[in-house]
């Protein structure tokens, strides 16, 4: 069974010889500083770094699949921010929301989409990356996420209470924009949709705003994605307790979760494939054997693939990452 066949089994309900084990690329970014040695160009704005360090990803670490890109800015970049790049040490970051009222960048900045050229490399190195062996993953900040990349967030969560008419309509238009972009992910060989989306919490929103704001849409995005034959997997960041009846209710392939979320509790409660959830913090800091100890734990607890919790350190060492992985191939053993 080569990579692709056992992520897309899993994600389909099918049996398999052991779980999958993943980091999706976007938040849950694997291009460490580390692995970033020898790729001279910015690895998250040229073609050819970007493929290498995707590649890189999975030859040096061990993770079964490929994932581009490797941040969270791609999405509202062409709606009139002002970001970094990143570097080897650090990774892309909005430095600058746009300033304009919420009509305004919706009939704005429709025109950036078509020129921007970091989407459009991120397209091209999803279709250099595409093979019948490894799986592609199409790397989606989430709705909320992305409306607070582009505003301040605090401006939209006053909107949330006060124009909630006005805030709905700004999401549902970024939220057609990803699903665009998603779409044209997959024409380029994408197999597999992530979406991160960690200011869509439990905590930062409440379950009245998740339930009003965020999983109608999921819903839309996820119903895009049926009708192209899509996989998704939705990562949600901190603790979910008061948001996993809601999530129990959407029609998606795996869901991923922070390591606050108690997987053996939360694999009682939701019907679908879980994903996850080994510290972050663990991976960056932590020893060998406590990497593999926690590795084991999360297995043993019902998750379907085996992942990092949420984004990685930039100084994350690849001794630590490969522990995970060949713990899971069954390269080493628990000590």
Known sequence: MNEKNRLLKVLNGEETDRPPVICPGGMMNAAVTELLEGIDSNHNTDLEAMVAAAIKVRDLIGFENYGVPFCMTCEAEPFGVVISEGDKDNEPRILEYNQSRLRDVMKGYERNLLTNSRRETVIR??????????????????PISTATSIVDPLKLFKMLRKEPNEAYEFIDYINDNLIEYSKDMVRAGADVIAISDPTATGEILGKKNFDKFAMPMYRKFLAAMKQINTPVIIHICGDAKNIIDSLNTLEVEALSFDSKVNMRDTRSRLDTRLMGNVSTLLLQNGSVDKIVSITKNAMDSGVDIVSPACGLG??????????????VKGCIKCL
């Open 125 to 142: 190195a999803i279709e250099e990356l595409k093979n019948d062996e490894v799986p592609v993953i199409g790397n989606i900040t989430g």
């Open 314 to 327: 930039m100084s994350t060492p690849i001794e630590n990452l490969k522990a995970m992985t060949d713990y």
